[in-house]
């Protein structure tokens, strides 16, 4: 790693699309927000070599020192389970390739709360409260699941969840 690192990354992992954004410490810009996309025809080995492979390219660009993460929980047990793998597959890589440290994992009830105040908040109102901080943002408010079936809209939970993180990560960082 580069020296006088002075970025975070905010992750919402995925099998299928991965959410990242990766802010400035000090002026809490964000330098990066997007998602890394997988095929349905990749094996799990690759999706998750595929999805580390490209975080960590991030992490060298942006000079990444602190990561952290959206924890998921699913009712399918082997969902669960493939994505607990990718999660322990990414953090590991980021200790060990760049030297990146990890701090917390956050619950969507976390996120919630700390964001907007109250944990029983939709993920459309942390995309509200986001986009006062950061007006700039071209991605339009979460649809609904059904809303988003039927309009083919761009999903863009990923990328407030990950931004929701990045922004907590680096409250807590300017705080320590």
Not at 44 to 56: A, H, K, L, V
Not at 63 to 76: D, G, I, L, P, S
Not at 107 to 132: F, S
Not at 138 to 149: A, Q, R
């Amino acid at each position: 790693m580069k020296s006088n690192p002075t970025s975070i990354i905010g992750l919402d992992l995925s099998l299928r699309s991965t959410g990242y954004a990766i802010i400035d410490v000090i002026t809490g810009n964000i330098l990066s927000m997007n998602t890394i996309k997988t095929s349905k025809e990749m094996s799990d080995q690759e999706t998750f070599m595929y999805i580390s492979g490209e975080i960590i390219k991030l992490c060298e660009k942006y000079n990444v020192e602190y990561a952290a993460r959206e924890t998921t929980f699913v009712k399918q047990k082997k969902t669960a389970i493939r994505l607990a793998e990718l999660g322990g597959s990414v953090l590991t890589t980021l200790l060990r390739t760049v030297g990146v440290k990890i701090l917390d994992g956050y619950t969507p009830a976390n996120i919630k709360k700390i964001i907007t105040g109250k944990g029983d908040k939709e993920k459309k109102d942390v995309a509200a409260e986001l986009q006062k901080t950061y007006p700039n943002l071209l991605f339009d408010l979460p649809f609904s699941m059904k809303e988003l079936k039927r309009k083919n809209i761009l999903k863009t939970d990923d990328l407030y969840d990950a931004l929701g993180v990045a922004v907590i990560l680096r409250r807590k960082i300017v705080e320590i």
